[in-house]
């Protein structure tokens, strides 16, 4: 960049012409928030110039009194929060604020309702925090300098929320980032001291960084506010000034743990539950750690940023630490803060250190325990969190073997006992209500719930009074492959395998196969290629036939998403068992005709796959089948 260039004006991206129309318009009634975020900003960038300098110092420029200041010039209705942070470059200004959440902009936006209260949720949810000072303010401008870089090398942003922001360069003698709002007519509250102490106080206090504003005496004190002889007012600090996490919990208030959770979440809800721990001897560190209410817009995307934020005596080292916690809990939100830890502390000294692997070990049963005690206390809460987060959880029993019966209790599904699509009921529940002589968990895989509901697999469980789990997610024959047991008691697919329900069972299909086994050979012969087996069903009472996959080979459910992901899938065929009792098998029986008595196996076949939820290979050729036997039904 050489020294002609000035000044140039630039369009934000259309998603985020789109976000601030929103933003400015409809979503804020609780306009104060803007303060808060552009003071947990700051903070942010102070954190990070902390780290930076623990490898070079020298950008510090001499200043190590880190500090956020807070200007009011009710005259000329403006508020500025500035702050000696790390700054950024022109670059930087472009790509932070020209464009809104650039991992998923697009996304964001088909998720916004045109609810207000729904929308400002998702909204915290993608990080514009900055972009809330167009709430209160008709300019913005943003006057900054990447710490280290020459005055010369200043930057000015400013925009009024529309179409279009200009960038220029503009010396800075200070190093950090300072934004000036030139508040709308209805806001001029906010250039009012005592209202901004007061929400300071509100939502900053538990910020480790001071917050300044000039000092003053009681209201009307000309002397105090503008200095006894005309120099620049003095600064105090409004805030408290000290990290939250270490102070004692019985010192800190529900509203400021809440508080604090919005801080390093950028979240604008409260969270379902937290948890603040002091660990003292082999290991010596500090947590508090969060359960949001709300899922984040990527909580999908396991590529993405996640962890928390490390402190290493009380030196802020890295935002989005992952070491800490499993994949499976990356919805967790909070703070570790080790005296273990090297201050050169870097993601590889991180996968590295034995240190790491304990407090990982701890952190997680500290949010399993959590989760366990927000589910027996507030069942309404955890079903809060099972909605947002249950899928997440199912990544667990398969990622963490040592925690696998613990993940298991927190799981909850859908079963034949409520009949409902609500996942609410657990494997305790399920064992409580176990029939005398039960020795097994029993499930039912299928594509969504319905089909899971009325697949002819729970016939026999329902007419014996066998509650069955039944499981529609598409994580869930992959979760069950991995959770084989669960209290001692053995898990098993109802539609896998051969069924043992007891000796009744068992000597009546023995008995219908012996009387069917001409029938079943000759349902073989027609189905041959197809079909691994043909044998007679005693789980079956309504249905005519259904397809059951080998023990140990894959579900339909986990074929389909393998295919899918383009992964082979090794070859296998189901074995096709049939009700003999049935009157469309009885007609099968009464058949003579080879032709048609094919035609009517295949069409019991097809039906079969279609009922568990699978696709026919050939549906046209199955239409023309069932229309042709239906017309020869009806003697045309």
């Not at 010192?251 to 801080?263: G, I, L, P, R, W």
Request: glycine share 8%; with cysteine.
């Amino acid at each position: 960049m050489t020294a002609d260039v000035k000044k140039e004006t630039l369009g934000f991206q259309t998603e985020a012409r789109q976000l601030l129309h929103l933003m400015i318009h409809s979503l804020y009634s609780n306009r104060e928030i803007f303060l808060r975020e552009l003071i947990s900003n700051a903070s942010d960038a102070i954190d990070k110039l902390r780290f930076a300098a623990l490898e070079d110092d020298a950008i510090l420029e001499g200043d190590a009194d880190y500090a956020i200041r807070v200007a009011l010039d009710k005259d000329a209705r403006t508020i500025t929060i500035s702050d000696n942070g790390v700054g950024m470059t022109r670059q930087e200004v472009i790509d932070n604020l020209g464009t809104i959440a650039r991992s998923g902009t697009a996304a964001f936006l088909e998720s916004l309702t045109g609810d207000q209260k729904k929308d400002s949720q998702l909204i915290g949810q993608f990080g514009v925090g900055f972009y809330s000072a167009f709430i209160v303010a008709e300019r913005v401008e943003v006057h900054t300098r990447k710490a280290g870089e020459p005055a010369g090398a200043g930057v000015l942003w400013e925009s009024h929320g529309e179409a279009e922001f200009s960038i220029e360069d503009r010396p800075r003698e200070a190093r950090g980032t300072a934004i000036t709002l030139y508040l709308k007519e209805d806001c001029g509250e906010f250039a009012d001291e005592w209202r901004v102490r007061s929400v300071i106080k509100k939502y900053s206090d538990h910020i480790s960084v001071p917050v300044m504003m000039a000092k003053t005496g009681d209201p009307g004190d000309e002397e105090a506010e503008s200095g006894a002889d005309g120099s620049e007012p003095a600064w105090e600090t409004v805030n408290e000034a000290t990290a939250l996490w270490t102070r004692s919990r019985s010192d800190v208030s529900d509203d400021e743990y809440k508080a604090f959770y919005k801080h390093v979440s950028h979240d604008f809800e409260d969270p379902l539950t937290w948890s603040h721990n002091r660990v003292e001897g082999k290991l010596d560190y500090t947590s508090l750690l969060y359960v949001p209410r709300r899922a984040p817009f990527d909580l999908w995307n396991r590529e993405g940023a996640r962890g928390l934020k490390l402190y290493v005596q009380r030196t802020f080292i890295m935002d989005d630490a992952e070491q800490f916690l499993p994949l499976y809990l990356r919805f967790v939100k909070g703070v570790i803060d080790s005296n273990d830890l090297p201050l050169n502390v870097s993601r590889e000294i991180l996968q590295q250190d034995p240190a790491v692997d304990s407090m990982r070990g701890a952190l997680t049963k500290r949010v399993l325990d959590m989760l366990g005690k927000l589910a027996k206390s507030s069942p309404e809460d955890y079903a809060v969190f099972w909605k947002e987060f249950g899928q997440v959880l199912k990544e667990g029993p398969g990622e963490d073997f040592s925690n696998k019966e613990k993940v298991a209790g927190l799981l909850r599904f859908a079963t034949t006992h409520t009949d409902s699509e609500a996942q609410d009921q657990g494997l305790d529940d399920y064992l409580d209500r176990m029939q005398d002589g039960q020795e097994k968990i029993y499930y039912v895989v299928a594509e969504n719930f319905n089909t899971a509901r009325r697949s002819p697999h729970l016939e026999v469980f329902r007419k014996r009074g066998i509650e069955v789990l039944l499981l529609s997610d598409r994580i869930d024959e992959w979760l069950m492959s991995h959770l084989q047991e669960y209290a001692g008691k053995p898990v098993q697919d109802v539609a896998r395998g051969e069924l043992e329900l007891g000796a009744d069972e068992k000597a009546e299909s023995e008995k219908l196969a012996e009387e069917s086994k001409g029938l079943l050979e000759r349902i073989k012969g027609a189905l041959e290629g197809d079909v691994a087996d043909v044998r007679a069903s005693a789980r079956l009472t309504d249905s005519a036939a259904c397809l059951v996959v080998g023990e140990h080979e894959l579900g339909p459910q986990m074929r389909r998403i393998m295919e899918a992901a383009g992964q082979p899938v090794p070859d296998s065929k189901p074995t096709l068992e049939i009700n003999p009792t049935h009157p469309l098998i009885a007609l099968l029986d009464r058949e003579s005709d080879e032709d048609r008595f094919a035609d009517l196996a295949r069409v019991v076949f097809d039906q079969a796959t279609l009922a568990e939820g699978g696709q026919l290979d050939d549906p046209a050729t199955y239409v023309d089948r069932l229309n042709r036997l239906l017309l020869e039904l009806a003697g045309r």
